[in-house]
C-alpha cells in the first residue's frame, strides 16, 4: 500500500515549538515534492508548505515564514516541519502530502485535489 503517515502533534502554549514528522511507506519520497498543509476548523485547507524533489527549494506560505522549516531525509523517506514561535491561529489539522510533478515555484496556484498521496492529519493545538 502506498502510504503517508504523519505524526508529532500535539497540545502546546503560544511560542512554543513543535515538529511534525511524515513518514511514506509503499513508495520512495525521492520522486516526489512533498508538502504541508492545514486546515483550521471552520476554514478551508491551506497550502503551508513544500520541498521540490529536485533541489530541495522550498515554499512557505506567507503566514508561517520565518516560523516554519521544512526539511526532507530521503534516506529514512520522512519529511519533516519544525514549527516555532506557534501561535493559536496555527491550530489546525496538519496533512502531508506527495506529488510528482509538483515545484516549489508552483506551490501557491497548485490545485491541491492534483496532489497524488494525502496522508491522515495530525492535529496541533496551541493554547495556554
Known amino acids: 500500500d502506498v502510504q503517508l503517515q504523519a505524526s508529532g502533534g500535539g497540545l502546546v502554549q503560544p511560542g512554543g515549538s513543535l515538529r511534525l514528522s511524515c513518514v511514506a511507506s509503499?513508495?520512495?519520497?525521492?520522486?516526489?515534492?512533498m508538502s504541508w498543509f492545514r486546515q483550521a476548523p471552520g476554514k478551508a485547507r491551506e497550502g503551508v508548505s513544500c520541498i521540490d524533489k529536485s533541489d530541495g527549494s522550498t515554499y512557505y506560505a506567507d503566514s508561517v515564514k520565518g516560523r516554519f522549516t521544512i526539511s526532507r531525509d530521503n534516506a529514512k523517506n520522512t519529511v519533516y516541519l519544525q514549527m516555532n514561535s506557534l501561535e493559536p491561529e496555527d491550530t489546525a489539522v496538519y496533512y502531508c502530502?506527495?506529488?510528482?510533478?509538483?515545484?516549489?515555484?508552483?506551490?501557491?496556484?497548485?490545485?491541491?485535489?492534483?496532489?497524488?498521496?494525502w496522508g491522515e492529519g495530525t492535529l496541533v493545538t496551541v493554547s495556554s
Open positions: 509503499g513508495f520512495s519520497l525521492d520522486y516526489f515534492t
Open positions: 502530502a506527495a506529488d510528482f510533478t509538483l515545484t516549489a515555484q508552483a506551490m501557491g496556484t497548485y490545485p491541491e485535489g492534483n496532489m497524488d498521496v
